[in-house]
């Protein structure tokens, strides 16, 4: 094909992806989640296990890998919760990449951290990392420490403060207390237990220098950062656009030292945490952001904000943002060199982005369920114009050329 002009680049690997099916499909299905991600040059999405029947069982696993092999029309995994530790065993043999734990429980809604997934007890959580030890594959945590947390948001309840403002600032009293003491536990967990742990969104400064140490001194720790954190999360954007933009507010500092993290190789991935919701169910978080559910819409937009943000703004150079956004996410996960990589040999997923072209994001082009995006009205350089998978177009010249069922599950190869 003609590629003049444009950056052939791996496949962008997206390992924490909120599909929303089955339960949740008025939001987003499969469907409507790897258009998005087809459009956004992401040819491996891996969903998460907060569904309606949360994925805990291997007959689960299964059922929710048949829908996608059905309607996604690019590849995809799953990542179930070892919630109910018998089924680990079988569920690591099935092929899943990872288990997730929500050390989150909601407060005042029911939804996205649904009762049953969340593990706030230590004896749990203990025998959780006990049992995925053997299967190899890493435990991959929402760090959250709920008891406090708790505490610092009936404090802000008491004060008659319940908006996005009210919420951004609770979960970072004490410069992000409710974070690091879990992450700090959970790498003596892993000390102890000798089992892999994947730490979901950094969002402290302390937490990216707690991680650097562990992998400094050998032990097997990887960890993630999400587009929220690196894109929005700044406390005006939060003022302007309160719902739209929760999602964790990330001060200036703690954003340098994410970018920081990135490029020495103490954060391995950069997982979108694509969390859909409608409007109708966030815009009601001006007057109580305890009610309305946290997360963005991501899959479609962050490549083009990385290649700005990132790239352009001088944070990374193109081939540390490969390495973050592709690269790693098949190292880690154990998709590579199938996966991750331009070679003979690997699967032929490409993205063929023109660096120079400018896209200004709008709602209305929002190919995700949900219908909105949480950087309407900006622009960014940095445009995914084809997509493949596997050798095929799913994304042609700007227009969605993918069908349902082209999408292959995701095993671990290594
Ligand atoms: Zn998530």
Redesign the pocket.
Known sequence: MDARGLLVLPGFIDT?S?HREPGFTHKEDIGTATRAAAAGGVTTTVG?PNVNPPVTTLEHYEGVLQLYARKALVDFNLHPAPTVVSEVPRLASAGALGFKVFQIVDTKRSYPHMPGLGVTNAGEMLEIFEAVKPTGRPVMV?PHNQELMDRFEQRYWARGEHGPLAYAAAQREYDGLVWNTAIQFLLQLQEAVGTWLHV?HLVTRQSVEMVRRAKAEGRQVTSEVNGFSLFLGDWETIERNGPRALGRWVPPDVKESLWAGIRDGTIDVLGT?H?PHTLEEKLPGWQDMWKAPS?VPQLQDYLSKLLDVGVRGGELNLDQAVRLASYQPARVFGLYPRKGTIEIGADADLVLVDPEAEIEFRDEAALSKCGWTPYHGQTAHGVPIHTLVRGRFVYRNRHLVGEPGWGRMARPTT
Do not use: E, K, S, V
């Open positions: 924490h909120h998460m929402h979901l945490d969390g997360a």
